[in-house]
């Protein structure tokens, strides 16, 4: 009888315990291929400045929250089928996308970039300079669009994820990258991109960078929406967007200034 | 779901993609008609190093993924890149397209020379000695006995190969080369669209009929002195 | 350099040895599920009826012909999209369905395996002496103890060396769905090249984890194979 006390005790404490856990929990996907935005560290974790922003959202909002890692192609159609709710992965707000998927507002401001090699002496980019060069982008990616639109004579080669893009750039398999600035900025400073460097002035027009990089969300969570945007205004107001900004980057990626 | 929509709206892409993995799949089948009989003959003849070696070789090939092979030769060639520039192998490495004929090229011929050393070994002892009994030399054994025996033999079992090298081909999609597969992905990626996987699908489909059917026709030809209705030589009406 | 293997915090031993673990589950999860495909599409094609043996041709056809990645890829994007229309439209607002990345690989895998089984499985059917079957009649066992006692035994006799190979290719294929996000050993490989820059290394040494599955499980088979044939007196 003691026993069985004890079990419907210890069953009604489980009970509890559950109950006072079951705050809201939010699943949030992103590429961890994206350096220094999203990535995997060398312990095999998912770090990166989208991820400890992610985290801080979700603190703001009262939820928990698990990032998965999701590979870019399939990271839209991931998020329409409830594979998760929010996607915290640098996206570009554009047009073609706020067709499938609502946005927040962006949380940084994006620019797109040539990455050439360091002798290659490329500065002037036209469909006529780029024909018959071997021109790399991420598919499914802006870059993809605009190489695609802008540079239709080029040989245009899409990769799966921005890491395998880094490494072909730096093996000389490809003659010119697009990358956005950020990363690009980042890329050319590390050992495997001394091969390269940041050409021509920064890609700003909106037609393909967009509004900046938004956490993407399904349509019809236009509830979750509201909160995610009041979160971003907080973390920005409050100092912690200088903070998180300011261990991965020398400049504001908010104003890009 | 708009199958007819779609096919307009992407059929040239389709038919960009459609002849990419045409032209992977018949240079590796083309490449691979030289290297599989040397390969054969290798694993009948060799000697216990090199056919030790050879054996290690199909092994490897056999046991380890296709997508891997892929990854480690195109990924990995860039390791290698100073080593390739030296020896003026850079260029032809470099293409993504060359690296996938070269990995389905490996791929099928470890396949291939298997099935066609079984054929070697299922020639009766007898022809050969026949062949040999009336001077004919090693080479003309080779070309008029041994290997029209072997492939006859080993036809139905090379045709499996061929449509293998048609779906091996689609994985040169992840490696930048635009074949039906990637075309394919790119609109899906672009539209949403799942007709257009249908009309990748049906494609497909046609190409391996296709080579069933031709494998058929080459196969009662092949075998056509088998068949007691064909007219005998010099019999004819 | 072969610290980079190491386990923990700084070596890449232990992402590969978990990316294995999934590898060997999926293809573990795929089998049975396999099988049992197989099996159906198997009494589909020796089927009286000829719309049903030609459902079975259709489906083997298909399975067959289509690249491995195409059929992935159809399972991953086309049913979550089709899961989704369904459950908006008799279930607006709901929580809706999922397909995890895993499900999806498994169940492409598992459709493939089925349609090549159902022929190995349908040969090995076959390959059962006639004499044997009619004996059975003759001394008045009922179809279901044919079944048990004299077909299935010498199935898994004359079926074994087919499915073997089978199995070898799915081992295999599940590098596909690395392609799709699901943690395999290939995918983790993948991580690894992306943090060390060395890809041939890593590949490398992910080719000669499969080799090695390969070679074990070779050896594992010719042992069944040893095992299921050891009443059988060898010409």
């Known amino acids: 009888m003691k026993t069985y006390l004890k079990t419907l005790l210890r069953g009604a404490a489980l009970c509890a315990s559950l109950s006072t856990a079951s705050a809201e929990s939010l699943k949030l996907a992103t590429e961890a291929a994206y350096p220094p935005f999203n990535y995997v560290g060398t312990d095999g974790k998912i770090e990166g400045f989208d991820i400890d922003f992610g985290m801080e959202l979700c603190k703001r909002i009262g939820a928990d929250c698990e990032f998965v890692a999701q590979d870019w192609d399939g990271i839209i159609p991931g998020l329409l089928t409830k594979k998760y709710d929010l996607i915290v992965a640098s996206m570009n707000i554009t047009e073609p996308r706020k067709k499938q998927v609502a946005f927040s507002d962006p949380y940084y401001k994006t620019a797109m970039t040539h990455i050439v090699a360091k002798d290659s002496g490329m500065t002037e980019f036209s469909n006529e300079t780029m024909k018959g060069k071997v021109i790399g982008a991420q598919t499914g990616s802006t870059q993809a669009e605009y190489v695609q639109a802008k540079y239709p004579d080029a040989d245009i080669r899409l990769y799966p994820s921005q890491v395998e893009l880094n490494l072909d750039m730096s093996n000389g398999r490809i003659d010119v990258m697009l990358g956005d600035l950020l990363p690009s900025i980042d890329f050319v400073k590390t050992e495997e991109g001394a091969c390269c460097e940041v050409a021509g002035p920064p890609i700003v027009d909106p037609a393909f960078v967009g509004e900046g990089a938004g956490i993407a969300l399904r349509q019809e969570d236009t509830a979750l929406r509201e909160r995610v945007n009041k979160a971003i205004a907080e973390i920005r107001a409050d100092g912690t967007f200088k903070k998180l900004n300011d261990k991965y980057f020398t400049i504001d990626i908010y104003t890009l200034q | 779901m708009d199958l007819i929509g779609t096919l307009l709206a992407n059929w040239p892409r389709l038919l960009d993609g459609t002849a990419m993995t045409l032209k992977l799949t018949v240079t590796a089948a083309l490449i691979s008609v030289v290297i599989t009989p040397l390969l054969a003959l290798g694993r009948v003849h060799a000697g216990p190093v090199a056919g030790g070696l050879l054996r290690l070789y199909v092994s490897f090939v056999r046991g380890t993924p296709l997508l891997a092979q892929l990854f480690l030769v195109f990924y990995g060639s860039g390791q290698f890149r100073p080593f390739f520039q030296e020896w003026g192998l850079w260029g032809f490495i470099r293409e993504p397209f060359n690296c996938c004929v070269l990995v389905l090229v490996m791929y099928t011929t470890a396949y291939q020379a298997e099935i066609l050393r079984g054929g070697i070994q299922a020639v009766p002892r007898g022809e050969v000695e026949a062949a040999q009994a009336v001077g004919m030399t090693y080479r003309q054994i080779l070309r008029r006995v041994i290997f029209p025996h072997a492939v006859r033999f080993a036809w139905p079992g090379l045709g499996n190969e061929m449509i293998i090298l048609v779906k091996g081909s689609a994985l040169a999609s992840v490696v930048t080369v635009f074949d039906l597969m990637g075309r394919s992905r790119q609109i899906f990626l672009h539209s949403f669209d799942f007709a257009i996987y249908i009309w990748a699908a049906a494609i497909y489909l046609m190409i391996t009929a296709c080579i069933v059917l031709l494998w058929r026709l080459i196969e009662l030809r092949l075998a056509r002195h088998m068949h007691p209705s064909s007219p005998l030589p010099g019999a004819s009406p | ?235």
């Open chain 3, 1 to 235: 350099m072969f610290d980079q293997f190491s386990f923990g915090n700084t070596g890449w031993g232990d992402e590969l040895l978990s990316g294995l673990g999934v590898t060997v589950r999926l293809a573990a999860a795929t089998l049975p599920v396999g099988l049992l495909i197989g099996f159906g599409v198997a009494q589909l094609l020796m089927a009286r009826s000829f719309m049903l043996r030609a459902v079975g041709v259709g489906y083997t056809t298909l399975m067959r012909g289509l690249p491995e990645i195409l059929t992935l890829f159809m399972v991953y994007n086309g049913v979550g999209l089709a899961l989704k229309s369904f459950s908006q439209h008799f279930a607006p607002g709901g929580a809706g369905f999922d397909i995890s990345p895993f499900v999806a690989g498994t169940t492409a895998l598992a459709l493939v395996f089925g349609a090549f089984a159902a022929e190995v499985i349908r040969g090995g059917f076959i390959a059962i002496p006639r004499g044997q079957i009619e004996a059975g009649q003759a001394i008045g066992m009922s179809p279901a103890q044919i079944f048990w006692r004299i077909k299935l035994p010498q199935l898994w006799r004359f079926a074994l060396p087919g499915l073997g190979n089978l199995w070898l290719g799915l081992l295999k294929d599940t590098s596909l769905v690395s392609i799709i996000a699901v943690n395999d050993l290939m995918r983790m490989t993948k991580v690894a090249v992306g943090v060390t820059k060395q890809p041939f290394t890593f590949y490398l040494v992910a080719c000669a984890i499969y080799w090695v599955l390969c070679l074990f499980s070779e050896t594992a088979l010719a042992r069944m194979e040893r095992r299921a044939n050891r009443g059988v007196a060898r010409a």
